[in-house]
């Protein structure tokens, strides 16, 4: 049986709140990427570009994906070698990146360059969320899913503010 949008929604957002992530983290993500494109950004703008992007079916799709993978790793219920490459988190598997990607696709180029730039600086929630080494937790896909939402909101706020480029004024 398919899932109603707002029952979907709920449950996405239960499973990021259960995995210990608020949308207030990622809402500040969103500010400081694009705090030096728009003065008068808020974190309330930031928030409700968050929430927007998880109103979306297909996020809500890729953040219980990526959840459920990274709980059943922790349960150790997925099989070899598989299971240690996701505990590991290991360098050449790609899959969590391209699964946070099918997020930042929805929202356009912008998104993507964010989304690298999250990805290879790690600030905030998702240097928590990806030094998890001395833990039983398991966020091979939360920290890039995370990533993803505020890289996909911040091109939300930078589609929504066009006059903030130089080559529009």
């Known amino acids: 049986m398919v899932q109603s949008g707002s029952e979907l929604h709920k449950v996405a957002l239960k499973r990021l709140k259960d995995r210990g992530v608020t949308l207030e983290e990622i809402a500040e993500l969103v500010y400081d ?3 030096p494109y728009l003065a008068e950004i808020t974190m309330d703008l930031c928030l409700d570009n968050v929430q927007a992007v998880i109103r979306k079916r297909e996020v809500q799709n890729a953040i219980l994906t990526g959840i459920e993978l990274d709980v059943l790793c922790e349960e150790n219920k ?4 598989l299971q240690e490459i996701i505990k590991e988190d290991e360098g050449l598997y ?3 990146e391209i699964l946070a990607l099918s997020i930042v696709n929805v929202y356009g180029s912008i998104g993507f360059t964010n989304y690298g730039f999250l990805d290879k ?3 905030k929630v998702i240097s928590r969320l990806d030094n998890h080494k001395n833990t039983q937790e398991t966020h091979t896909f939360l920290d890039d899913i995370v990533g993803a ?3 996909a909101a911040a091109s939300r706020v930078a589609h929504d503010n066009p006059e903030i480029s130089d080559i529009m004024k």
């Not at 997925?78 to 070698?81: G, I, K, M």
Request: a positive charge; aromatic letters at 0%.
């Open 121 to 123: 600086t790690k600030p």
């Open 33 to 35: 990427l694009q705090k």
């Open 94 to 96: 790609g899959i969590d």
């Open 78 to 81: 997925l099989s070899s070698p």
């Open 149 to 151: 939402i505020a890289a």
